[in-house]
């Protein structure tokens, strides 16, 4: 059975959503890790700061970290409403590019003639393509259980992208905390 065409979609943004949880399990680990070498350092505790920063090799690598790891969410964040952006396009006019000929709706193949009891290639034929009829897309029905279970997935992605936001300028909050402004 080919696999309906939204179900790729849906996995796709389900499989960006996993990095999310991935990343944001470290960026967690993050904000304890710099909150206490912050207390370490207003309290003046120099072996205590040591031991935080011995995992990163220092304060600029701490920070390093904090900014990858704010880099990924934002690049994840992209992902996902790439994702949802096509899977809204696909619910609106319900057609997708064709796979046959890659959305193009036609081949080119080259011809041949016989000459003298040898094949010569004398010009390239353009075919429609048989999948689309030469549309460069085909169209796919959905059914309305299906629809209204894909919105409410569009109104989680929507609430996940806030969490996002807030992690994120959080993020950047904490770089800004561990000393440099250009987060
Ligand atoms: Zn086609």
């Known amino acids: 059975m080919i696999e309906h065409p939204i179900s790729l979609f849906l996995d796709e943004i389900l499989e960006h959503m996993k990095e999310y949880?991935?990343?944001i399990e470290n960026a967690q680990t993050l904000f304890?890790?710099?909150?206490?070498?912050?207390?370490?350092?207003?309290?003046?505790?120099?072996?205590?700061?040591?031991?935080?920063?011995?995992?990163?090799?220092?304060?600029?690598?701490?920070?390093?970290?904090?900014l990858n790891c704010c880099n990924k969410l934002?690049?994840?964040?992209?992902?996902?409403?790439?994702?949802?952006?096509k899977l809204e396009e696909l619910l609106t006019h319900k057609t997708l590019k064709c796979y046959t000929c890659r959305g193009q709706g036609s081949f080119t193949k080259p011809l041949?003639?016989?000459?003298?009891?040898?094949?010569?290639?004398?010009?390239?034929?353009?075919?429609d393509c048989p999948e689309c009829d030469g549309r460069g897309?085909?169209?796919?029905?959905i059914n309305l259980e299906s629809e209204v279970i894909i919105k409410q997935f569009?109104?989680?992605?929507?609430?996940?992208?806030?969490?996002?936001?807030?992690?994120?300028?959080?993020?950047?909050?904490?770089?800004?905390?561990?000393?440099?402004d250009n987060a």
Do not use: P
């Open 154 to 180: 569009f109104e989680f992605v929507k609430y996940f992208d806030s969490i996002f936001d807030c992690t994120i300028t959080c993020m950047r909050n904490l770089i800004k905390a561990l000393g440099g």
């Open 137 to 141: 897309k085909v169209s796919f029905n």
């Open 112 to 127: 041949y003639v016989r000459e003298r009891g040898s094949l010569r290639q004398s010009t390239i034929q353009v075919v």
């Open 21 to 23: 949880q991935d990343e």
């Open 74 to 85: 934002n690049r994840i964040k992209k992902s996902i409403s790439e994702s949802n952006q």
């Open 32 to 66: 304890e890790n710099v909150f206490k070498y912050s207390q370490a350092k207003s309290s003046k505790s120099r072996s205590r700061q040591a031991l935080i920063l011995k995992q990163y090799g220092g304060e600029k690598e701490l920070r390093k970290v904090c």
